[in-house]
């Protein structure tokens, strides 16, 4: 084997205890999210046992990074992010970041309807925050009816029920922070 080679091979012990400490997990939350053994992921971690795909792909999904991070790959040079779009209750989203947990984004798409579908409440674990970019866009949140116009965001406890749609069946165009319950999104405005 090339020595370029040994060398991505003894990297990636330091680089997977590196990402999980940066993570504050142990070695035994990591083998029940992954199913790996705490002594696999020991003997990985201090590069006494080489890596393969079968152990390196729970690991990537765990600490929701790209199996190129866990092996150092180099980068492509091409910094454009190729995603597929998912299709859900007549909308499409699509993602805008990569990394699986913690905060995701995503535009949000609501087609044009005639007429204005009736609001559909729904609850879900989680937090979110959303930017209207385009169309009117109408926000039932618990007793609230909200009409949010371009420019306009909103920010809300996914645990209340809520429902969004097109306030005009005119289609409308949002994007949208998520994330797991308890996390948020913070903005931060300088004083001029």
């Not at 205890?17 to 201090?46: D, F, I, P, Q, Y």
């Not at 795909?53 to 040079?77: C, H, I, N, Q, S």
């Given at each position: 084997?090339?020595d370029?080679?040994?060398?991505?091979?003894?990297?990636?012990?330091?680089?997977?205890?590196a990402l999980?400490?940066?993570?504050?997990m142990?070695l035994a939350?990591?083998?029940?999210?992954t199913?790996?053994?705490e002594?696999t992921?020991?003997r990985?971690?201090?590069g006494q046992r080489?890596?393969?795909?079968?152990?390196l792909?729970?690991?990537?999904?765990?600490?929701g990074?790209?199996?190129?991070?866990?092996?150092g790959a180099?980068?492509?040079?091409d910094?454009?992010?190729?995603?597929?779009p998912?299709h859900?209750h007549?909308?499409?989203?699509?993602?805008?970041?990569r990394?699986?947990?913690?905060?995701?984004?995503?535009?949000?798409i609501?087609p044009?309807?005639?007429p204005?579908?009736?609001?559909d409440?729904?609850?879900?674990?989680?937090h979110?925050?959303?930017y209207?970019?385009?169309?009117?866009?109408r926000?039932v949140?618990?007793?609230?009816?909200?009409?949010?116009?371009p420019?306009e965001a909103?920010?809300?406890?996914?645990?209340?029920p809520?429902w969004?749609g097109?306030a005009d069946?005119?289609?409308?165009?949002?994007?949208?922070?998520?994330g797991?319950?308890g996390?948020r999104?913070?903005l931060?405005?300088r004083?001029?």
């Amino acid at each position: 084997m090339s020595d370029d080679f040994e060398d991505v091979l003894h990297a990636v012990g330091p680089r997977l205890r590196a990402l999980r400490r940066n993570r504050g997990m142990t070695l035994a939350e990591v083998a029940a999210a992954t199913g790996v053994s705490e002594s696999t992921l020991s003997r990985l971690e201090s590069g006494q046992r080489r890596a393969s795909l079968e152990l390196l792909l729970p690991l990537a999904r765990a600490y929701g990074v790209p199996l190129d991070d866990l092996v150092g790959a180099p980068p492509t040079g091409d910094p454009r992010i190729h995603l597929t779009p998912i299709h859900r209750h007549g909308m499409t989203f699509v993602p805008l970041s990569r990394r699986s947990g913690g905060m995701q984004a995503y535009k949000m798409i609501i087609p044009s309807v005639d007429p204005p579908p009736l609001p559909d409440h729904r609850t879900h674990e989680g937090h979110e925050w959303l930017y209207v970019l385009h169309g009117h866009l109408r926000l039932v949140l618990g007793e609230h009816d909200l009409v949010l116009p371009p420019g306009e965001a909103a920010e809300f406890d996914t645990t209340i029920p809520h429902w969004l749609g097109s306030a005009d069946g005119k289609a409308v165009e949002l994007l949208i922070l998520f994330g797991r319950q308890g996390e948020r999104a913070h903005l931060r405005a300088r004083a001029r």
